[in-house]
């Protein structure tokens, strides 16, 4: 039998106030590659129940891509969060009566043997420190590492027993790291180079959203000078009879 892996342990002791930001009931909210059925849903691994009770019927997810890949789990937090563990619960083998995971209960026949644990950079998934999981046969995987800010993380499936990745319970161990991600905002119209003939009368409008927040108003502004102001969606302002000019609007 292969002997369990090392354990890994934290730079630094807990962040105090901690909380799993992965839970549904603190605004997570889970996606994956693909779904075995609706009895097996992403949604089930952000429950709050590591030993994967009601299997088959909302308690866990399984992947629906028998013997192929790549299969992944993403957890989605309310904002950036400042996180520093994350746990990762594999079926155990004694699935229809499961009791409490511990550090040490390993498994056989259902569980993951490899995955990485990952995070959203603004621009790429990466990997976490010590993030790389291989000859895994333990149920319960902790990862831990210096805190990062990230709105997001993903278990990336490289390695799964029996045809199929299934997965109980993801955590994500953290706090609002304090970290204020800014809008996202574009004009959609006009379009750019539009021309209009003299005197025009425009209908400039834009899209705006907040991941961790919420749009208060758009303003809108012509070469610098503020057009107007939009506090309700869909945002958009009618800009009066401009002079002739070439203008640059935001």
């Not at 839970?23 to 693909?34: D, E, M, Q, R």
């Not at 799964?160 to 955590?171: D, I, K």
């Not at 304090?178 to 996202?184: E, Q, R, V």
């Not at 899209?207 to 958009?236: C, E, H, K, L, M």
């Amino acid at each position: 039998a292969t002997p369990p892996p090392a354990a890994v342990h934290a730079p630094t002791d807990p962040m105090p106030g901690r909380t799993n930001v992965a839970l549904a009931s603190n605004g997570g909210t889970a996606i994956a590659s693909s779904v075995l059925s609706a009895n097996y849903p992403a949604s089930g691994t952000i429950n709050g129940d590591r030993k994967g009770l009601n299997w088959g019927a909302g308690g866990g997810w399984n992947d629906g891509t028998p013997n192929a890949g790549p299969d992944w789990l993403e957890v989605d937090f309310r904002g950036i969060k400042l996180i520093e563990e994350v746990n990762v619960f594999s079926m155990q083998d004694t699935y229809s009566s499961p009791i409490d995971p511990t550090p040490t209960l390993t498994f056989a026949y259902w569980g993951l043997r490899g995955f990485n644990v990952q995070y959203w950079d603004g621009l790429q998934w990466v990997d976490v420190p010590n993030g790389v999981v291989t000859n895994n046969n333990l149920v319960w995987r902790k990862v831990v590492f210096a805190p990062l800010a990230t709105n997001k993380i993903r278990i990336w499936v490289t390695a799964a027993l029996n045809g199929y990745a299934r997965m109980m319970e993801v955590e994500a161990w953290g706090v609002a790291s304090g970290i204020n991600a800014p809008p996202d905002v574009a004009i959609t119209s006009p379009a750019e180079g539009t021309s209009f003939s003299s005197p025009p009368s425009i209908t400039v409008s834009a899209n705006a959203s907040d991941s961790d927040g919420v749009v208060q108003q758009v303003a809108f502004f012509a070469n610098g000078t503020q057009i107007g102001v939009d506090t309700t969606a869909p945002y958009s302002v009618t800009w009066n009879a401009p002079a002739a000019a070439s203008y640059t609007l935001t």
